[in-house]
């Protein structure tokens, strides 16, 4: 087997975003460029040689292509040895728990995650660090100046490896394991769930759930979780094997794109609980019958109800939410007196919070919650915890969190999402509410006063770095906040992202519709940002 050097040149767009770098499939397929992405990572990584990798991705389109490049390209790259999930397979948070459980030097996860799957569709690679974290800002920097000037790249003149099945091979002189990708995952969950509790919920004959894996790489795990470890009955899991186009759907767990689930949830019958994931396992939703959970509320529940399960009965040491996410869990905080941190969007923020255990659990607006145990969001563990509480409570999705509310206040919350407008037009109307920012604090707009406006700036407590410009917020004096954002995972024009906040404490007030909550709110965010104008669109692409 030889080891082959070949020419190549710079592509100027391989900029990872807020979650590696993302593309369509073709974008993907030109010669070299994927191999120039994964040779800058390479080229960035100091002291590469002779450590392990870990290697594996959510199943979609041009994963197992993506998969046999790669290991011919580490072992041209003096990697020792790589990890890779058994036919390609690895969630997210299953490759965060390899890393961490191997103490490899790093991963490559292959997913585009919510983005639809397929020969048209997108893909993705993003590289995490030795605490199974995604790569922080400085290290995806690194990667992307050496993109620019790349050219050259290795790879080993070799067969494809067979990933069919468990087994260890050699690749040159790199050692390549073919790795179960569900044992490990299932096996951490035991250790911080009760099971024989949660067991206990899911054989009683009086609960039943129902959990969508939405086509995506969730499917093997939830089925060896919930069905075959837990108990609950076959057919629990819907859409369990994982797909390449994801049956052509989108895997994002929310009420637009998680119809069949919500029919479910909402309608004759309905089972007691709920659940779905995203394309790599990361992203959670969470409903009950008739109910739904909105992910800022959920890491609030949990956090106020951590102490009922085994990993968090002594206490947690801190909270950390995204920016954009509601301050509902700020008062759990306040109220168990620990810190909550307010992170920029992206889950490679709270790595340095969880590694110092400032933070125990964090979560994002976005469908996202997790902890300590890895350092990726975690779907799965979502689901698990919910179940844990519903158990240990004996009580419905809805009760505990109307309860929640009735405690701590409700954060009426909701993001509108602008997708694929015109990519000048969306950065002109940053740059219009930017220019707005020092005229605002103080001003009225009906009910409202400005307390504060500005654009979201983050100093990392450890390690000092400093995050600009990572979205405009204004701040009013009740607490609401309205927020704008420009997403940086899409793969199509621009994706502008509207949140907006309003707090209720008065417990006769609870039971709005959210839409109409936040009227007054959604009326103004498009007063001051002109969104119609800019966007050339009336309403939002998804409304979560
Ligand atoms: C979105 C979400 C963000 C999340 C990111 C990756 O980013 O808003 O909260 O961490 O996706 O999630 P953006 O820049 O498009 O708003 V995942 O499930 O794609 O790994
Ligand atoms: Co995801």
Same mark, same amino acid.
């Given at each position: 087997?030889?080891?082959?050097?070949?020419?190549?040149?710079?592509?100027?767009?391989?900029?990872?975003?807020?979650?590696?770098?993302?593309?369509?499939?073709?974008?993907?397929?030109?010669?070299?460029?994927?191999? $120039?992405?994964?040779?800058?990572?390479?080229?960035?990584?100091?002291?590469?040689?002779?450590?392990?990798?870990?290697?594996?991705?959510?199943?979609?389109?041009?994963?197992?292509?993506?998969?046999?490049?790669?290991?011919?390209?580490?072992?041209?790259?003096?990697?020792?040895?790589?990890?890779?999930?058994?036919?390609?397979?690895?969630?997210?948070?299953?490759?965060?728990?390899?890393?961490?459980?191997?103490?490899?030097?790093?991963?490559?996860?292959?997913?585009?995650?919510?983005?639809?799957?397929?020969?048209?569709?997108?893909?993705?690679?993003?590289? $995490?660090?030795?605490?199974?974290?995604?790569?922080?800002?400085?290290?995806?920097?690194?990667?992307?100046?050496?993109?620019?000037?790349?050219?050259?790249?290795? +790879?080993?003149?070799?067969?494809?490896?067979?990933?069919?099945?468990?087994?260890?091979?050699?690749?040159?002189?790199?050692?390549?394991?073919?790795?179960?990708?569900?044992?490990?995952?299932?096996?951490?969950?035991?250790?911080?769930?009760?099971?024989?509790?949660?067991?206990?919920?899911?054989?009683?004959?009086?609960?039943?759930?129902?959990?969508?894996?939405?086509?995506?790489?969730?499917?093997?795990?939830?089925?060896?979780?919930?069905?075959?470890?837990?108990?609950?009955?076959?057919?629990?899991?819907?859409?369990?094997?994982?797909?390449?186009?994801?049956?052509?759907?989108?895997?994002?767990?929310?009420?637009?794109?998680?119809?069949?689930?919500?029919?479910?949830?909402?309608?004759?019958?309905?089972?007691?609980?709920?659940?779905?994931?995203?394309?790599?396992?990361?992203? $959670?939703?969470?409903?009950?019958?008739?109910?739904?959970?909105?992910?800022?509320?959920?890491?609030?529940?949990?956090?106020?109800?951590?102490?009922?399960?085994?990993?968090?009965?002594?206490?947690?040491?801190?909270?950390?939410?995204?920016?954009?996410?509601?301050?509902?869990?700020?008062?759990?905080?306040?109220?168990?007196?620990?810190?909550?941190?307010?992170?920029?969007?992206?889950?490679?923020?709270?790595?340095?919070?969880?590694?110092?255990?400032?933070?125990?659990?964090?979560?994002?607006?976005?469908?996202?919650?997790?902890?300590?145990?890895?350092?990726?969001?975690?779907?799965?563990?979502?689901?698990?915890?919910?179940?844990?509480?519903?158990?240990?409570?004996?009580?419905?999705?809805?009760?505990?969190?109307?309860?929640?509310?009735?405690?701590?206040?409700?954060?009426?919350?909701?993001?509108?999402?602008?997708?694929?407008?015109?990519?000048?037009?969306?950065?002109?109307?940053?740059?219009?509410?930017?220019?707005?920012?020092?005229?605002?604090?103080?001003?009225?707009?009906?009910?409202?006063?400005?307390?504060?406006?500005?654009?979201?700036?983050?100093?990392?407590?450890?390690?000092?770095?400093?995050?600009?410009?990572?979205?405009?917020? +204004?701040?009013?004096?009740?607490?609401?906040?309205?927020?704008?954002?420009?997403?940086?995972?899409?793969?199509?024009?621009?994706?502008?992202?509207?949140?907006?906040?309003?707090?209720?404490?008065?417990?006769?007030?609870?039971?709005?519709?959210?839409?109409?909550?936040?009227?007054?709110?959604?009326?103004?965010?498009?007063?001051?940002?002109?969104?119609?104008?800019?966007?050339?669109?009336?309403?939002?692409?998804?409304?979560?």
């Amino acid at each position: 087997m030889t080891i082959k050097t070949i020419l190549t040149t710079p592509f100027s767009d391989q900029k990872p975003g807020t979650s590696g770098l993302r593309k369509s499939v073709p974008v993907f397929q030109q010669p070299h460029y994927l191999e $120039n992405f994964v040779q800058s990572i390479f080229d960035t990584l100091e002291g590469l040689e002779g450590q392990t990798l870990v290697l594996g991705g959510d199943g979609r389109y041009y994963n197992l292509e993506a998969i046999q490049i790669i290991l011919k390209m580490a072992a041209a790259n003096g990697v020792g040895k790589v990890l890779v999930g058994c036919n390609g397979i690895l969630s997210t948070p299953a490759a965060s728990c390899v890393i961490r459980e191997n103490q490899a030097y790093g991963g490559i996860i292959l997913s585009a995650s919510h983005n639809p799957g397929g020969p048209n569709a997108d893909f993705g690679i993003k590289y $995490n660090v030795t605490n199974g974290g995604p790569a922080p800002e400085k290290v995806t920097n690194a990667m992307y100046d050496r993109t620019l000037v790349i050219d050259r790249y290795n +790879i080993l003149e070799a067969a494809d490896i067979n990933l069919d099945r468990p087994g260890s091979f050699k690749l040159g002189t790199m050692d390549v394991e073919v790795i179960d990708p569900v044992k490990p995952y299932v096996e951490m969950m035991e250790s911080i769930f009760d099971f024989d509790l949660i067991k206990g919920l899911l054989t009683s004959g009086k609960f039943s759930m129902c959990m969508d894996s939405l086509h995506a790489v969730t499917g093997p795990y939830a089925h060896a979780l919930f069905e075959e470890k837990l108990g609950a009955p076959s057919g629990t899991v819907q859409n369990g094997t994982p797909l390449e186009d994801f049956g052509g759907g989108h895997p994002d767990p929310n009420l637009v794109y998680a119809h069949d689930l919500v029919a479910i949830l909402f309608g004759e019958n309905a089972p007691d609980f709920g659940a779905a994931s995203d394309g790599d396992g990361d992203r $959670n939703m969470i409903l009950g019958r008739n109910f739904f959970v909105t992910p800022s509320d959920s890491i609030a529940v949990l956090t106020a109800n951590a102490h009922l399960v085994p990993a968090y009965k002594n206490g947690i040491s801190g909270v950390a939410r995204s920016m954009p996410t509601s301050a509902a869990v700020d008062k759990v905080a306040e109220k168990l007196g620990i810190n909550c941190y307010e992170t920029p969007t992206g889950w490679k923020f709270f790595g340095n919070l969880l590694d110092a255990d400032l933070a125990t659990l964090c979560g994002e607006e976005s469908f996202g919650t997790g902890s300590n145990h890895i350092r990726e969001k975690d779907g799965l563990w979502a689901v698990l915890f919910w179940l844990n509480i519903i158990a240990a409570k004996s009580e419905s999705v809805e009760n505990i969190v109307r309860s929640h509310w009735q405690e701590f206040g409700r954060n009426y919350y909701s993001r509108h999402d602008y997708e694929e407008v015109d990519a000048l037009r969306a950065t002109e109307m940053m740059e219009h509410l930017r220019s707005m920012l020092a005229t605002l604090p103080r001003k009225q707009y009906g009910d409202y006063i400005v307390d504060y406006a500005d654009d979201f700036s983050y100093t990392d407590p450890v390690d000092g770095s400093v995050s600009s410009k990572q979205g405009i917020r +204004i701040g009013f004096t009740d607490g609401s906040r309205i927020i704008y954002r420009l997403s940086g995972t899409g793969t199509k024009g621009a994706t502008l992202r509207i949140y907006l906040e309003s707090y209720e404490p008065d417990a006769s007030k609870h039971d709005l519709e959210t839409q109409k909550a936040l009227e007054p709110l959604i009326n103004l965010a498009e007063e001051i940002g002109q969104i119609r104008k800019f966007t050339e669109r009336d309403i939002p692409t998804v409304i979560t």
